[in-house]
């Protein structure tokens, strides 16, 4: 298991640590998009350390603020859980799949493909206003829209386990383009398949000593506080506010992306 290289008692880090684990959480918990917080923080923390143990880390420090998230929504929002649990099932499997398949392909290979995918979304929920406002009917049978989040799951689970950013982002758009949810309920779903996502990827890497675990116990911490504060400003402001987030988010995803690429 590798050791944690957290300098002693360096109270300068590890409040800034904090601070961006505790954010986070927040953004994470309305639309996703967490890990383009933590993984470069943890990067810049860490900068001797394997790549594979920071996703580690991250996924470590992340799902306890997911899991906070997710119970809060399923608590006040009416889930399709006949949607849900099928979803959650089979981005389990593909996340543990795609976390194995780290060692084998690089991960940065994906970087043009995700950029060009989260332009679309972009210009797609730019464009049309009404996108996610309200909940509305698909005209799919049930069978037909379990196979939508089945292969919802699947596809953006086994990308969550293998890159990762974007996952809450990419969830909330499929629930709303395929399923017809709603900004709000999309949000909610997609933390239930993340904590899926998140679990698999743990096991994995947990399994390998891949986990810095003094590191990801304070961010979890903080992760978890930003997780509170962020489901409750999205469930007290409702769907045009995390459209909004949502926006912002994949805006800072795709400006992110293109510069590491450039």
């Known amino acids: 298991m590798p050791e944690l290289t957290l300098p002693a008692l360096d109270t300068t880090l590890l409040l800034i640590i904090a601070m961006g684990a ?8 309305v639309v996703g998009g967490g890990g383009l917080v933590q993984i470069p923080l943890l990067f810049s923390a860490f900068p001797n350390t394997a790549p594979a143990v920071i996703f580690g880390t991250n996924k470590l420090a992340s799902v306890v603020g997911t899991s906070s998230a997710a ?21 389990f499997i593909a996340s543990w799949l795609g976390a194995r398949s780290v060692a084998l392909l690089p991960p940065d290979a994906l970087r043009p ?7 679309a979304v972009a210009i ?12 509305r009917e698909t005209g799919l049978t049930t069978s037909s829209q379990r196979r939508i989040a089945i292969g919802a799951g699947a596809l953006i689970g086994f990308y969550d386990g293998f890159f990762g950013p974007g996952t809450g982002s990419f969830l ?3 629930f709303i383009r395929f399923l017809g949810m709603d900004f709000l309920r999309a ?3 997609a933390k239930l398949v993340n904590v899926a996502t998140n679990l698999a990827a743990i ?3 947990a399994a390998h000593g891949s986990v810095l675990w003094l590191a990801a116990g304070l961010m979890a911490a903080a992760n978890l506080s930003g997780a509170v504060v962020g489901s409750r400003l999205a469930l007290k402001h409702g769907s045009g506010f ?12 795709i400006l992110k992306l293109a510069s590491d690429l450039i």
């Open 22 to 29: 505790f954010f986070a959480g927040l953004v994470d918990a």
């Open 71 to 91: 119970w809060q929504y399923a608590r006040r929002i009416d889930i399709d859980w006949r949607l849900a649990w099928p979803a959650i099932v089979a981005a």
């Open 113 to 119: 493909l995700v950029l060009l995918l989260l332009i």
């Open 124 to 135: 797609y929920t730019f464009a049309k206003k009404d996108f996610g406002s309200l909940q």
């Open 172 to 174: 909330i758009f499929a």
């Open 187 to 189: 949000s909610a779903m």
């Open 203 to 205: 096991l994995f890497f």
């Open 242 to 253: 995390v459209r909004k987030v949502f926006l912002f988010v994949v805006c800072v995803l």
